[in-house]
């Protein structure tokens, strides 16, 4: 009986909240069970490089990463211009990181548009890194990320096409690693177009992450076993050793 008043009283002041307009009804199902209502998406059009915080990482004892930033125009519209520019010495794998600082992301969907090719003079077999990192925590000393090697999407080797995306999670699981331990499952196919503006959209959910490409209705890229586990941290920007990326358009939701 004190169970059946306590949820007529609450109907009630739903009802009363209703009709005063001060709840949406969409959300009054969620008032109804208790839960929070969704946090409303973040849109950054990335025609400016204000709220980016820029981390260069590289391999302990390297040189520091050589980074140029700018906003730019590029095939139509204005984007973050990222280049990577590792030196002449062997490669080492250098990352750009352009920190979303208002962003703090655990679960959810990220998309934003990408454009990347191998900067001029960029050392030959350098394929155009770029992509997402989600979970940033520590100022890029740990995330989970996927990205895109662009030049490998229509590359005339199989096996090149089949390293087309990839996930990577800093700083225990490079991509060697992920590759050398467990062939084949942490990266795959998806056909790119090297240059041309591509959509990216990352849905995380716990320790589960998909990637999706232009718009497509099924993955290209399923991790189920995210390496840093349910954290939660900052959205980045990112972009790879000898590389020169653009981005445009980021939505976090």
Not at 111 to 118: I, Q, S
Not at 208 to 215: P, S, V
Not at 236 to 242: E, F, M
Request: contains cysteine; aromatic residues 8%; glycine residues 10%.
């Amino acid at each position: 009986m004190y169970g059946l008043k306590q949820r007529l009283v609450a109907a009630t002041v739903l009802a009363c909240l209703l009709v005063a307009g001060r709840v949406p009804v969409s959300h009054a199902k969620d008032l109804e069970d208790g839960h929070k209502t969704s946090t409303q998406p973040s849109t950054l059009p990335l025609n400016s490089m204000d709220g980016l915080e820029l981390q260069g990482i590289n391999e302990p004892g390297a040189e520091p990463v050589k980074m140029q930033t700018e906003v730019a125009s590029y095939r139509g519209r204005r984007a973050v211009r990222l280049v990577n520019v590792e030196g002449q010495g062997v490669q080492t794998g250098a990352e750009i990181l352009a920190i979303v600082n208002t962003s703090d992301f655990k679960d959810g969907t990220i998309e934003v548009d990408v454009a990347g090719v191998p900067r001029e003079g960029a050392k030959p077999g350098t394929r155009g890194f770029v992509g997402i990192a989600f979970r940033v925590q520590n100022h890029g000393s740990q995330y989970e990320a996927f990205y895109l090697r662009m030049t490998n999407g229509r590359a005339d080797d199989q096996l090149q096409r089949n390293h087309s995306a990839q996930y990577v999670s800093r700083p225990d699981f490079s991509w060697k690693r992920l590759r050398d331990e467990n062939p084949g499952m942490y990266e795959s196919y998806v056909d790119l177009d090297a240059g041309a503006w591509t959509r990216i959209k990352v849905v995380v959910s716990g320790n589960k992450a998909r990637l999706y490409i232009n718009g497509a209705d099924q993955p290209c890229l399923i991790v189920n076993d995210l390496k840093l586990g349910e954290i939660r941290g900052r959205v980045a920007l990112w972009t790879g050793s000898d590389t020169e990326a653009y981005f445009s358009n980021l939505t976090i939701r």
